[in-house]
């Protein structure tokens, strides 16, 4: 079966089609995909990391061409494609950069005994990924495990799978393999699957750990959030900052796992904060078509998308709240959406408690911080979170007591990553970690073998029943 994939800026225009695998394709592409992996887990560790870096470079050359492609194909605007790709070679650096830090092995050689440990690979992983940012969510799985010597079946989002596809033929040791719901169950369960890295919604992120389980595989789950980001009584936001907290919710139309979801406000100072939040969004929100350079905001990825979103904001103006619009949508067949922000609304509106994906964004006053903190954390998700305030040291105090996976300090979303940093969910927005050594160490599993210092030539020697002496 194929199916059509169409540009969300201009529905009737078709990007491409793609191939709908049945599960019975699955056990020639793994095999394959085994087969590969000898080969490839047998090559020198620096032969591996020559060949992510010259992906890198090759992802560079090929920048526009595919930020093109991914705009059309997301609705993301080209720019911030372009932003996407470099950030994915960037990072394919940084693991060949790092890589001999975490996969090398290493020893200890003393009185107590000689133990060597080698950081070996799983075999053949699994990664499937989502639409919204396919490229960089791709490498960081790619990357890594390939880095460590596995290779890598991906299984893209069927909404954006034409410019990771060429993104990761750049990679050896990786195939990608399109299909549906039963593909993917397929894919887990073949014995020679070893590991899965998946980031998505809930639904399917519980289907895809319900399978590993069966087979005891190890899952990465990277899910979705439902970020607050607190404002502390004391913050101080300049004009840009107000610019970079409008992106933080309103880039790729809202459509990011950790874009700021939820804004609480001191009480005293919400008509403040709203007045240059506006202020800013006239400044910097353009909604139109992604290629034009201009635009900041795209459509949203599918019709059923956009009803979804236009249902929410329907249910928070019945509930109360006040919708304020924040720039035009282009009138045209395309799934665009109105950014608005929401206003007066209860913590029960289906806005406030659920991730909205889209460009609706609830802003919630607050009298004390610990009722910001309590209300932030009452949550089943837990990725990311901001705090803002002019004292870095109160930010960091309360963003200690977030749940949340990864809390920026005075900014929010993409701004605020880091290479160096471990990104991943608590709570219901996953486990695993990507990016820093961290995100690495999930592709290898160490292995051990130990010689007891008491049964080497020269050792004393131990009765048949003992415990080894406690180490000093
Ligand atoms: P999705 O869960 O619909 O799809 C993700 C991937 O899973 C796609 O490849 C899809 O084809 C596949 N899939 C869908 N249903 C499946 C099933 N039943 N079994 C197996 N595979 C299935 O998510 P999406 O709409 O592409 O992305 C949006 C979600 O992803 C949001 O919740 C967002 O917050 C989350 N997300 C999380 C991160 C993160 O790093 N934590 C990053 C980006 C997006």
Redesign the pocket.
């Known amino acids: 079966m194929i199916v059509e994939r169409e540009n969300p800026a201009c529905p009737t225009e078709v990007v491409g089609t793609v191939p709908v695998n049945a599960p019975d394709a699955v056990d020639a592409v793994v095999r394959e995909a085994h087969k590969q992996f000898r080969e490839w887990s047998g090559r020198s560790l620096s032969d591996r990391l020559a060949a992510i870096r010259a992906a890198a470079t090759e992802l560079d050359v090929r920048t526009d061409a595919l930020a093109t492609l991914l705009a059309r194909e997301s609705g993301k605007p080209v720019a911030d494609c372009r932003g996407e790709i470099g950030f994915a070679a960037t990072y394919l650096r940084w693991v060949a950069d790092h890589g001999p830090e975490v996969f090398g092995a290493s020893a200890i050689d003393d009185g107590q005994g000689r133990i060597s440990m080698s950081p070996k690979p799983f075999g053949v992983i699994v990664a499937?990924?989502?639409?919204?940012?396919p490229i960089i969510?791709s490498m960081?799985k790619l990357g890594p495990a390939l880095a460590a010597g596995n290779t890598v079946v991906l299984?893209?989002?069927?909404?954006a799978p034409f410019a990771v596809a060429e993104a990761a033929a750049l990679l050896p040791g990786t195939t990608v393999l399109h299909g549906?719901?039963d593909t993917?169950?397929a894919l887990i369960a073949h014995p020679l699957v070893r590991k899965v890295a998946?980031?998505?919604?809930?639904?399917?992120?519980r289907?895809?750990a319900a399978?590993a389980g069966q087979g005891i595989k190890p899952v990465v789950l990277?899910?979705?959030?439902n970020d607050p980001a607190v404002f502390l009584d004391d913050f101080a936001l300049g004009p840009a900052d107000y610019e970079r907290l409008v992106l933080a919710s309103f880039a790729t139309a809202g459509?990011?796992?950790?874009a700021a979801k939820r804004l609480y406000v001191p009480a005293g100072r919400t008509d403040e904060f709203i007045d240059a939040y506006l202020a800013a969004a006239q400044r910097i929100l353009i909604v139109g078509d992604p290629l034009d350079e201009a635009v900041t905001m795209g459509p949203v990825?599918t019709r059923a998308?956009m009803e979804r979103i236009t249902g929410l904001v329907r249910d928070a103006r019945n509930r109360g709240g006040r919708i304020v619009p924040l720039a035009d949508a282009p009138d045209s067949d395309g799934y665009f959406l109105e950014p608005v922000l929401a206003l007066h609304l209860p913590d029960d509106a289906d806005l406030v408690r659920h991730?909205q994906?889209g460009p609706a964004v609830p802003i919630l006053s607050y009298r004390t911080e610990n009722e910001a903190l309590t209300r932030a954390n009452d949550s089943d998700l837990g990725?990311a979170a901001s705090v803002w305030s002019a004292d870095e040291d109160r930010a960091f105090a309360f963003a200690a007591q977030l749940e949340a996976g990864f809390t920026f300090i005075n900014t929010h979303n993409r701004t605020g990553m880091s290479l160096r940093a471990p990104?991943?969910?608590t709570k219901h927005?996953?486990y695993g970690r990507?990016y820093a050594e961290e995100g690495l160490r999930e592709y290898v599993q160490t292995t051990v073998a130990h010689a007891p210092g008491a049964f080497r030539a020269g050792g004393a020697g131990l009765p048949a029943r003992a415990y080894p002496p406690t180490p000093h």
């Open positions: 499937i990924t989502p639409w919204n940012a969510l960081l299984k893209p989002s069927p909404l549906g719901p993917v169950q998946f980031t998505g919604g809930a639904a399917a992120g289907s895809v399978a990277e899910l979705g959030g459509q990011v796992c950790m990825v998308a991730e994906f990725l990104f991943g969910g927005s996953g990507e």
